[in-house]
């Protein structure tokens, strides 16, 4: 294969000489630093948004070369012609990530730089942490290939933030060839200046939620259920202590029944939809309906062989009665039936044979 001549000085010619003859131990090494990446990160259960690497190509490594190959001794001077990459969501997670990376790599401290706070105070600079890193024998190590043990490589973790406005400033202000004026710097260091503050409300926002998570989970584990708004997030936390149990296993007992496991997030629409606002008010439904509730069971389930109840079973029981006892007819048991299953006429005939059956129990004969 024909080489290319690139007009370098005898030194820089040497180094790409260098880069030519190590290209295989560039590859194996983005090999094996893609792939303890990836399981450090998926072993302790961080997500993030990518993990890359590359190998520069040659034509890169000869433009690096023109501009400023008198900096080099050899190739192993020259840290980033395999470049890593960690994005994350959050600035936070940054620093998470580089914790995770001293662990399994040998980290050069002297060559390593934090990009992100080299910036003046008057400027809206902005980027992210470099290590300049070793391969350890203890991670990994090839007889055949000493030079994996010896040459280093540049790891990059920012946040998707920061990793879109440096490859828009790459784009505009370095891949071009072309020096951008001040005018347009200035204006670019301004929308890194707002994509900086977007980063930090993000992570501001994410730990005020969950630091409302950890408190409403607090909340209910005490049972301050009237300080507990109704929401997705409180009702998973309240059915964690399952709160129908009692009253599922008791109806469960009419036919010596199996309990299938079934999902009661759908019934969330349902409660709310009815005028439930915390988990108060589900609390006292379950207290003032279960008698009833149970009632209802058992005039359904009787005399049947039914063996198999769904685990939801208790508070579809207990929503049933609560729409009779208020007056929502067969009309709301229709409508409950719809919310949960989706219209189709079959809920107007169960709404009919259900409120037909109830209609004969004690609870509704005390609402005439």
């Known amino acids: ?38 399981k450090i990160i998926s072993d302790t259960g961080l997500f993030v948004a990518t993990i890359e690497a590359r190998v520069k190509k040659e034509d890169s490594l000869a433009g690096k070369l023109e501009l400023k190959g008198s900096k080099y001794r050899t190739i192993n001077d020259v840290t980033d012609i395999l470049g890593a990459r960690v994005v994350t969501f959050y600035s936070e997670e940054v620093d998470k990530v580089a914790s995770l990376m001293e662990k399994y790599f040998d980290v050069d401290w002297q060559e390593s730089v934090d990009k992100r706070k080299l910036h003046a105070l008057d400027s809206f600079g902005y980027d992210s942490l470099h290590y300049i890193c070793r391969i350890p024998e203890k991670l990994y190590s090839d007889p055949s290939m000493p030079e994996l043990n010896t040459l280093r490589f540049e790891i990059q973790m920012r946040t998707t933030l920061q990793h879109t406005w440096a490859t828009i400033y790459h784009d505009i202000g370095y891949k071009s060839g072309v020096e951008v004026p001040k005018e347009y710097i200035r204006n670019l260091n301004r929308l890194a200046g707002m994509l900086e503050m977007a980063d930090e409300q993000f992570s501001i926002i994410r730990s005020t939620i969950t630091d409302y998570r950890r408190k409403v989970q607090a909340l209910v584990e005490s049972g301050k259920f009237e300080e507990v708004e109704l929401n997705g997030d409180t009702f998973r936390s309240y059915l964690e202590l399952d709160p129908f149990g009692s009253l599922t296993r008791k109806i469960a007992l009419i036919n010596q029944a199996e309990i299938q496991k079934t999902s009661s997030i759908p019934y969330l629409k349902v409660l709310k939809g009815l005028g439930f606002n915390t988990l108060a008010d589900i609390e006292k439904l379950r207290k003032d309906y279960s008698d009833d509730a149970y009632q209802l069971a058992l005039s359904q389930l009787g005399g049947t062989d039914i063996d198999i109840i769904a685990s939801s079973v208790a508070l579809h029981d207990l929503l049933t009665v609560f729409i009779l006892r208020n007056g929502g007819g067969e009309k709301g048991l229709e409508m409950l039936y719809n919310a949960l299953n989706g219209p189709s006429s079959y809920n107007n005939k169960r709404a009919k044979q259900v409120y037909k059956t109830a209609s004969t129990l004690s609870f509704m004969e005390a609402q005439e």
């Open 1 to 38: 294969m024909e080489v290319k001549d690139y007009g370098l000085d005898l030194h820089c010619t040497m180094i790409l000489e260098e880069y030519r003859s190590l290209k295989p131990v560039f590859e194996k090494m983005k090999e094996i630093v893609l792939d303890e990446c990836r």
